[in-house]
Protein backbone atom coordinates (compact mmCIF):
# COMPACT_ATOMS: atom_id res chain seq x y z
CA UNK A 1 0.00 0.00 0.00
CA UNK A 2 1.25 3.67 -0.72
CA UNK A 3 0.21 5.80 2.63
CA UNK A 4 0.75 9.60 2.40
CA UNK A 5 1.69 10.49 6.27
CA UNK A 6 1.89 14.00 7.08
CA UNK A 7 4.29 15.00 10.26
CA UNK A 8 6.79 12.14 9.70
CA UNK A 9 9.67 14.02 11.24
CA UNK A 10 7.46 13.80 14.43
CA UNK A 11 7.58 11.53 17.33
CA UNK A 12 4.08 9.74 16.53
CA UNK A 13 4.87 10.03 12.50
CA UNK A 14 8.00 8.54 12.56
CA UNK A 15 7.22 5.57 14.59
CA UNK A 16 4.20 5.45 12.57
CA UNK A 17 6.53 5.07 9.27
CA UNK A 18 8.88 2.56 10.70
CA UNK A 19 6.37 0.19 10.69
CA UNK A 20 4.82 1.08 7.85
CA UNK A 21 7.87 0.45 5.66
CA UNK A 22 8.22 -2.70 7.90
CA UNK A 23 5.73 -4.22 6.29
CA UNK A 24 6.63 -3.64 2.55
CA UNK A 25 4.62 -0.46 2.47
CA UNK A 26 5.46 2.99 0.50
CA UNK A 27 5.80 5.81 2.69
CA UNK A 28 4.68 9.73 1.20
CA UNK A 29 6.27 11.56 4.14
CA UNK A 30 5.40 15.64 4.48
CA UNK A 31 6.84 17.26 7.57
CA UNK A 32 7.90 21.10 7.66
CA UNK A 33 10.27 19.93 10.51
CA UNK A 34 9.43 23.15 12.75
CA UNK A 35 11.73 24.20 15.30
CA UNK A 36 8.85 23.65 17.77
CA UNK A 37 11.17 21.72 19.94
CA UNK A 38 15.07 20.59 19.12
CA UNK A 39 14.90 20.23 15.13
CA UNK A 40 18.08 17.78 15.22
CA UNK A 41 15.71 14.88 16.75
CA UNK A 42 13.37 15.02 13.70
CA UNK A 43 16.61 15.12 11.39
CA UNK A 44 17.75 12.13 13.15
CA UNK A 45 14.28 10.48 12.85
CA UNK A 46 14.33 11.96 9.15
CA UNK A 47 17.49 10.10 8.09
CA UNK A 48 16.63 6.94 9.85
CA UNK A 49 13.35 6.26 7.60
CA UNK A 50 15.69 7.32 4.49
CA UNK A 51 18.40 4.44 5.78
CA UNK A 52 15.29 2.04 6.25
CA UNK A 53 13.22 2.28 3.24
CA UNK A 54 15.52 3.02 0.49
CA UNK A 55 12.87 3.90 -2.58
CA UNK A 56 9.63 3.33 -0.73
CA UNK A 57 10.78 6.41 1.54
CA UNK A 58 9.85 9.82 -0.37
CA UNK A 59 9.75 13.01 1.57
CA UNK A 60 8.51 16.29 1.30
CA UNK A 61 9.70 19.14 3.01
CA UNK A 62 6.48 21.76 3.08
CA UNK A 63 4.35 23.21 4.81
CA UNK A 64 0.51 21.77 4.68
CA UNK A 65 -1.14 24.99 5.47
CA UNK A 66 0.14 25.95 1.99
CA UNK A 67 -2.49 24.74 -0.23
CA UNK A 68 -0.80 25.33 -3.89
CA UNK A 69 2.45 23.66 -2.41
CA UNK A 70 0.97 20.84 -0.94
CA UNK A 71 -1.07 20.37 -4.37
CA UNK A 72 2.22 20.66 -6.35
CA UNK A 73 4.17 18.25 -3.98
CA UNK A 74 1.85 15.75 -4.17
CA UNK A 75 1.40 16.19 -8.20
CA UNK A 76 3.43 13.24 -9.28
CA UNK A 77 2.79 11.23 -6.06
CA UNK A 78 0.35 7.96 -5.87
CA UNK A 79 -1.34 6.98 -2.84
CA UNK A 80 -3.91 5.26 -1.52
CA UNK A 81 -4.59 6.14 2.06
CA UNK A 82 -3.24 9.21 4.38
CA UNK A 83 -2.17 9.36 8.13
CA UNK A 84 -2.58 13.16 9.10
CA UNK A 85 -0.70 13.29 12.05
CA UNK A 86 1.41 16.93 11.46
CA UNK A 87 0.22 19.18 13.83
CA UNK A 88 1.09 21.94 16.11
CA UNK A 89 1.04 19.99 19.41
CA UNK A 90 0.87 20.84 23.08
CA UNK A 91 -1.41 22.38 25.49
CA UNK A 92 0.86 24.86 27.09
CA UNK A 93 2.20 26.70 23.93
CA UNK A 94 -1.20 27.13 22.69
CA UNK A 95 -1.47 29.96 25.51
CA UNK A 96 1.24 31.72 24.17
CA UNK A 97 0.90 31.18 20.60
CA UNK A 98 -2.36 30.52 19.24
CA UNK A 99 -1.52 31.00 15.54
CA UNK A 100 0.04 28.85 15.24
CA UNK A 101 -2.72 26.49 16.01
CA UNK A 102 -4.99 27.62 13.50
CA UNK A 103 -2.67 27.41 10.72
CA UNK A 104 -1.47 24.12 11.27
CA UNK A 105 -4.54 22.62 12.97
CA UNK A 106 -7.23 24.11 10.98
CA UNK A 107 -6.28 25.16 7.84
CA UNK A 108 -3.68 22.26 7.42
CA UNK A 109 -6.68 19.88 8.86
CA UNK A 110 -9.42 21.42 5.74
CA UNK A 111 -5.86 21.35 3.12
CA UNK A 112 -5.77 17.90 3.84
CA UNK A 113 -9.33 17.26 3.42
CA UNK A 114 -9.31 18.58 0.41
CA UNK A 115 -6.37 16.49 -0.68
CA UNK A 116 -8.42 13.37 0.40
CA UNK A 117 -11.17 14.28 -1.15
CA UNK A 118 -9.97 15.15 -4.66
CA UNK A 119 -7.17 12.26 -5.00
CA UNK A 120 -9.93 9.66 -3.92
CA UNK A 121 -8.57 8.48 -0.88
CA UNK A 122 -9.73 5.34 0.29
CA UNK A 123 -9.32 6.29 4.13
CA UNK A 124 -7.85 9.12 5.80
CA UNK A 125 -6.89 8.43 9.45
CA UNK A 126 -6.34 11.83 11.57
CA UNK A 127 -4.87 12.81 15.24
CA UNK A 128 -7.30 14.45 17.40
CA UNK A 129 -6.86 14.38 21.02
CA UNK A 130 -7.72 13.32 24.67
CA UNK A 131 -7.90 17.37 25.75
CA UNK A 132 -11.15 17.46 23.54
CA UNK A 133 -12.54 15.68 26.73
CA UNK A 134 -11.57 19.26 28.91
CA UNK A 135 -12.49 19.26 32.37
CA UNK A 136 -14.82 16.38 32.18
CA UNK A 137 -15.58 14.10 35.25
CA UNK A 138 -17.04 11.39 34.14
CA UNK A 139 -14.29 8.62 33.97
CA UNK A 140 -13.32 7.05 32.10
CA UNK A 141 -14.05 9.17 28.74
CA UNK A 142 -15.67 7.84 26.07
CA UNK A 143 -16.10 8.68 22.90
CA UNK A 144 -19.96 9.03 23.59
CA UNK A 145 -19.48 11.59 25.74
CA UNK A 146 -19.91 15.08 25.00
CA UNK A 147 -17.08 17.16 24.45
CA UNK A 148 -17.73 21.21 24.01
CA UNK A 149 -16.11 22.51 26.49
CA UNK A 150 -12.21 22.59 25.31
CA UNK A 151 -10.03 24.12 28.65
CA UNK A 152 -7.24 25.09 25.91
CA UNK A 153 -7.09 26.26 22.00
CA UNK A 154 -5.35 23.35 20.91
CA UNK A 155 -8.24 21.44 22.18
CA UNK A 156 -10.55 23.35 20.58
CA UNK A 157 -8.35 23.07 17.27
CA UNK A 158 -8.77 19.39 17.59
CA UNK A 159 -12.62 19.22 18.12
CA UNK A 160 -13.10 21.59 15.45
CA UNK A 161 -10.79 18.94 12.96
CA UNK A 162 -13.52 16.22 14.27
CA UNK A 163 -16.39 18.74 13.11
CA UNK A 164 -14.88 19.70 9.70
CA UNK A 165 -13.98 15.77 9.01
CA UNK A 166 -17.50 14.83 9.39
CA UNK A 167 -18.56 17.79 7.11
CA UNK A 168 -16.33 15.31 4.27
CA UNK A 169 -17.23 11.99 5.53
CA UNK A 170 -21.19 13.17 4.20
CA UNK A 171 -20.56 15.68 1.45
CA UNK A 172 -18.47 13.77 -0.08
CA UNK A 173 -18.16 10.04 1.68
CA UNK A 174 -14.59 10.64 2.56
CA UNK A 175 -13.86 8.00 4.61
CA UNK A 176 -12.34 9.29 7.92
CA UNK A 177 -11.19 7.94 11.38
CA UNK A 178 -10.04 10.18 13.81
CA UNK A 179 -7.95 9.02 16.93
CA UNK A 180 -7.92 10.70 19.94
CA UNK A 181 -4.28 10.04 21.44
CA UNK A 182 -3.70 9.78 25.39
CA UNK A 183 -0.01 11.02 26.70
CA UNK A 184 2.24 9.07 24.05
CA UNK A 185 5.62 8.43 25.12
CA UNK A 186 8.70 5.96 24.32
CA UNK A 187 11.85 6.02 22.37
CA UNK A 188 12.21 8.91 19.93
CA UNK A 189 9.77 10.65 22.18
CA UNK A 190 8.68 14.40 22.30
CA UNK A 191 11.65 16.10 24.35
CA UNK A 192 8.44 18.91 24.81
CA UNK A 193 6.92 16.45 27.28
CA UNK A 194 6.76 15.35 30.76
CA UNK A 195 8.67 12.09 30.45
CA UNK A 196 11.30 13.71 28.50
CA UNK A 197 11.60 16.98 30.39
CA UNK A 198 11.61 15.09 34.13
CA UNK A 199 14.21 12.17 32.66
CA UNK A 200 16.23 15.07 31.35
CA UNK A 201 16.13 17.27 34.60
CA UNK A 202 16.66 13.94 36.94
CA UNK A 203 19.44 12.79 34.79
CA UNK A 204 21.39 16.19 34.88
CA UNK A 205 20.37 17.31 38.61
CA UNK A 206 17.95 19.28 38.06
CA UNK A 207 14.65 20.33 40.05
CA UNK A 208 11.35 19.14 38.35
CA UNK A 209 8.31 21.20 38.73
CA UNK A 210 5.36 19.22 39.55
CA UNK A 211 2.04 20.70 38.44
CA UNK A 212 -1.45 21.31 40.67
CA UNK A 213 1.20 19.42 43.46
CA UNK A 214 1.29 16.00 41.89
CA UNK A 215 -2.50 15.62 42.03
CA UNK A 216 -2.57 14.72 38.03
CA UNK A 217 -3.56 11.66 36.38
CA UNK A 218 -2.49 10.68 33.20
CA UNK A 219 -3.56 7.80 30.87
CA UNK A 220 0.07 7.18 29.36
CA UNK A 221 0.08 5.54 26.26
CA UNK A 222 3.28 3.56 25.06
CA UNK A 223 3.99 4.57 21.82
CA UNK A 224 4.14 0.50 20.58
CA UNK A 225 0.45 0.52 21.82
CA UNK A 226 0.00 3.44 19.86
CA UNK A 227 1.04 2.69 16.59
CA UNK A 228 -0.58 -0.68 16.61
CA UNK A 229 -4.18 1.04 16.79
CA UNK A 230 -3.28 3.12 14.38
CA UNK A 231 -2.67 0.86 12.09
CA UNK A 232 -5.14 -1.52 12.68
CA UNK A 233 -7.22 1.53 11.90
CA UNK A 234 -5.65 2.39 8.72
CA UNK A 235 -6.43 -1.10 7.56
CA UNK A 236 -10.00 -0.74 8.82
CA UNK A 237 -11.75 1.93 7.00
CA UNK A 238 -15.38 3.05 8.47
CA UNK A 239 -18.10 1.21 5.71
CA UNK A 240 -20.47 3.98 4.55
CA UNK A 241 -23.33 2.05 5.27
CA UNK A 242 -25.76 4.40 6.85
CA UNK A 243 -24.73 2.09 10.62
CA UNK A 244 -24.19 4.26 13.45
CA UNK A 245 -20.71 4.49 14.03
CA UNK A 246 -18.06 5.11 17.30
CA UNK A 247 -18.75 8.64 18.22
CA UNK A 248 -21.88 8.88 16.86
CA UNK A 249 -21.77 9.64 13.13
CA UNK A 250 -24.19 7.81 10.25
CA UNK A 251 -21.24 9.06 7.78
CA UNK A 252 -18.07 6.96 6.92
CA UNK A 253 -16.56 8.77 10.00
CA UNK A 254 -15.33 6.74 13.02
CA UNK A 255 -13.77 8.58 16.26
CA UNK A 256 -11.47 6.12 18.76
CA UNK A 257 -9.97 7.05 22.08
CA UNK A 258 -6.30 5.17 21.89
CA UNK A 259 -5.26 4.87 25.08
CA UNK A 260 -4.01 2.88 27.80
CA UNK A 261 -6.90 2.61 29.64
CA UNK A 262 -5.07 3.05 32.87
CA UNK A 263 -4.88 6.43 34.73
CA UNK A 264 -1.68 6.47 36.36
CA UNK A 265 -0.85 9.52 39.68
CA UNK A 266 2.01 11.63 38.14
CA UNK A 267 4.28 11.43 41.40
CA UNK A 268 3.85 6.99 40.45
CA UNK A 269 6.01 8.02 37.23
CA UNK A 270 8.38 10.03 39.27
CA UNK A 271 9.21 7.47 41.45
CA UNK A 272 9.88 5.02 38.35
CA UNK A 273 11.81 7.94 36.80
CA UNK A 274 14.12 7.89 40.16
CA UNK A 275 14.53 3.80 40.51
CA UNK A 276 15.26 3.82 36.93
CA UNK A 277 17.82 7.05 36.81
CA UNK A 278 19.19 6.19 40.02
CA UNK A 279 18.62 9.69 41.91
CA UNK A 280 16.13 10.95 43.49
CA UNK A 281 14.44 14.70 42.12
CA UNK A 282 14.27 17.55 43.41
CA UNK A 283 10.51 18.26 43.18
CA UNK A 284 8.88 21.73 43.33
CA UNK A 285 5.45 22.13 43.56
CA UNK A 286 3.53 24.18 41.62
CA UNK A 287 0.15 25.18 40.72
CA UNK A 288 -2.15 23.51 37.79
CA UNK A 289 -1.40 25.40 34.89
CA UNK A 290 -3.45 27.72 32.66
CA UNK A 291 -5.42 24.99 30.30
CA UNK A 292 -4.31 21.75 31.78
CA UNK A 293 -7.07 19.23 32.44
CA UNK A 294 -6.25 17.57 36.35
CA UNK A 295 -7.21 13.81 34.73
CA UNK A 296 -7.45 11.72 31.27
CA UNK A 297 -8.43 7.98 31.54
CA UNK A 298 -9.20 6.34 27.78
CA UNK A 299 -12.51 4.02 27.67
CA UNK A 300 -11.16 1.88 24.76
CA UNK A 301 -13.91 -0.40 24.48
CA UNK A 302 -15.02 0.87 21.05
CA UNK A 303 -11.43 0.72 19.19
CA UNK A 304 -10.84 -2.62 21.13
CA UNK A 305 -14.80 -3.52 20.09
CA UNK A 306 -13.96 -2.96 16.25
CA UNK A 307 -10.53 -3.33 15.89
CA UNK A 308 -9.14 -5.87 18.70
CA UNK A 309 -6.91 -2.94 20.49
CA UNK A 310 -5.26 -4.53 23.43
CA UNK A 311 -2.58 -2.22 24.76
CA UNK A 312 -0.21 -4.14 26.53
CA UNK A 313 2.80 -1.64 27.88
CA UNK A 314 2.30 -0.63 31.24
CA UNK A 315 4.34 2.46 32.75
CA UNK A 316 6.28 -0.60 34.66
CA UNK A 317 7.77 -1.61 31.49
CA UNK A 318 7.05 1.48 29.30
CA UNK A 319 9.70 3.72 31.29
CA UNK A 320 12.25 1.88 31.64
CA UNK A 321 12.19 1.45 27.88
CA UNK A 322 11.96 5.18 27.34
CA UNK A 323 15.01 5.79 29.82
CA UNK A 324 17.11 3.08 28.27
CA UNK A 325 16.85 4.88 24.92
CA UNK A 326 17.23 8.29 26.43
CA UNK A 327 20.45 7.33 27.79
CA UNK A 328 21.76 6.16 24.41
CA UNK A 329 20.38 9.01 22.52
CA UNK A 330 22.03 11.75 24.72
CA UNK A 331 25.14 9.67 24.40
CA UNK A 332 24.99 6.80 27.50
N1 LIG B 1 2.17 12.73 21.57
C1 LIG B 1 1.01 12.81 22.25
O1 LIG B 1 0.93 12.47 23.45
C2 LIG B 1 -0.24 13.28 21.57
C3 LIG B 1 -1.42 13.33 22.34
C4 LIG B 1 -2.59 13.77 21.73
C5 LIG B 1 -2.59 14.12 20.38
N2 LIG B 1 -1.43 14.07 19.66
C6 LIG B 1 -1.49 14.46 18.24
O2 LIG B 1 -0.82 13.46 17.47
C7 LIG B 1 -0.19 14.06 16.34
C8 LIG B 1 1.28 13.70 16.32
O3 LIG B 1 1.87 14.16 17.55
P1 LIG B 1 3.41 14.01 17.86
O4 LIG B 1 3.53 13.73 19.32
O5 LIG B 1 4.07 13.10 16.88
O6 LIG B 1 3.89 15.53 17.63
P2 LIG B 1 5.23 16.11 16.95
O7 LIG B 1 5.26 17.57 17.28
O8 LIG B 1 6.41 15.27 17.34
O9 LIG B 1 4.98 15.90 15.39
C9 LIG B 1 4.22 16.78 14.60
C10 LIG B 1 5.00 17.09 13.34
O10 LIG B 1 4.19 17.91 12.49
C11 LIG B 1 5.03 18.82 11.83
N3 LIG B 1 4.25 19.97 11.39
C12 LIG B 1 3.64 20.90 12.19
N4 LIG B 1 3.03 21.84 11.43
C13 LIG B 1 3.25 21.48 10.12
C14 LIG B 1 2.87 22.07 8.88
N5 LIG B 1 2.16 23.20 8.83
N6 LIG B 1 3.28 21.46 7.73
C15 LIG B 1 4.02 20.32 7.77
N7 LIG B 1 4.40 19.72 8.94
C16 LIG B 1 4.01 20.30 10.09
C17 LIG B 1 6.09 19.20 12.85
O11 LIG B 1 7.29 19.68 12.24
C18 LIG B 1 6.29 17.88 13.59
O12 LIG B 1 7.41 17.16 13.10
C19 LIG B 1 -0.46 15.56 16.45
O13 LIG B 1 -1.59 15.85 15.67
C20 LIG B 1 -0.78 15.76 17.92
O14 LIG B 1 -1.59 16.90 18.13
C21 LIG B 1 -0.26 13.66 20.23
Known amino acids: MRVLVTGVA ?16 TVIGIDIV ?11 RLARLVDQGGDRFRFHRIDFADYPALTAALADEKFERIIHLGAQAGVRYSIENPHAYVTANLVGHLNLLEVGRHRGAEHMVYASSSSVYGGNTKLPFSVEDRVDHPMSLYAATKKADELMSETYAHLYRLPLTGLRFFTVYGPWGRPDMMMWLFTKAITEGKPIQVFNHGDMYRDFTFIDDIIAGVIASL ?21 YNIGNHKSEHLL ?8 ELGRKAERIMMDMQPGDV ?14 GYRPT ?7 PKFVEWYRAYNGG
Request: zero cysteines; proline letters at 5%; glycine letters at 10%.
Open 235 to 255: DNPPPDDGAVKAGGSVKPHRL
Open 294 to 307: RQSFADIDAIAGDL
Open 34 to 44: NDYYDVRLKEA
Open 10 to 25: GFIGYSLATQLLARGD
Open 268 to 275: KVIDILEA
Open 313 to 319: TSIDVGV
